[in-house]
Nanobody
Framework: QLQLAESGGGLVQAGGSLRLSCAVSALGAYAVGWFRQSPGKEREFVSAISWDGGRTFYADSVKGRFTISRDNAKRTVYLQMNSLKPEDTAVYYC?????????????????WGQGTQVTVSS
């Protein structure tokens, strides 16, 4: 059974950095996305990467601060988060599609991890 496991979350001060990792038991040639959900809000798109890392996508709110990457040999996708803001506080989820290319919509992703908490203090 396909499994995704996020790690790297934690508590950080505003302006700080964290790197999230998403270990995928069967990464293969598939796109992966990161999403986040804050209390009382809907889950939202953060970033996504195509199967070969050649195409990356970001929400406007994180563009220029977050960087997504992947190491297919390690079956891991990363989200480097810099210049963190209190509004970045959320549970971060990674998800894998069943196709090569990334997408913005949650409904396009079939497999999901359990999430990792990121808290940014002001």
């Amino acid at each position: 059974q396909l499994q995704l496991a996020e790690s790297g979350g934690g508590l950080v001060q505003a302006g700080g950095s964290l790197r999230l990792s998403c270990a995928v038991s069967a990464l293969g040639a598939y796109a992966v996305g990161w999403f986040r959900q804050s209390p009382g809000k809907e889950r939202e798109f953060v970033s996504a990467i195509s199967w070969d890392g050649g195409r990356t996508f970001y929400a406007d709110s994180v563009k220029g601060r977050f960087t997504i990457s992947r190491d297919n040999a390690k079956r891991t996708v990363y989200l480097q988060m810099n210049s963190l803001k209190p509004e970045d506080t959320a549970v971060y989820y990674c998800a894998r599609r069943g196709t090569l290319e990334a997408a913005y919509s949650m409904s396009e992703y079939k497999y999901w991890g359990q999430g990792t908490q990121v808290t940014v203090s002001s």
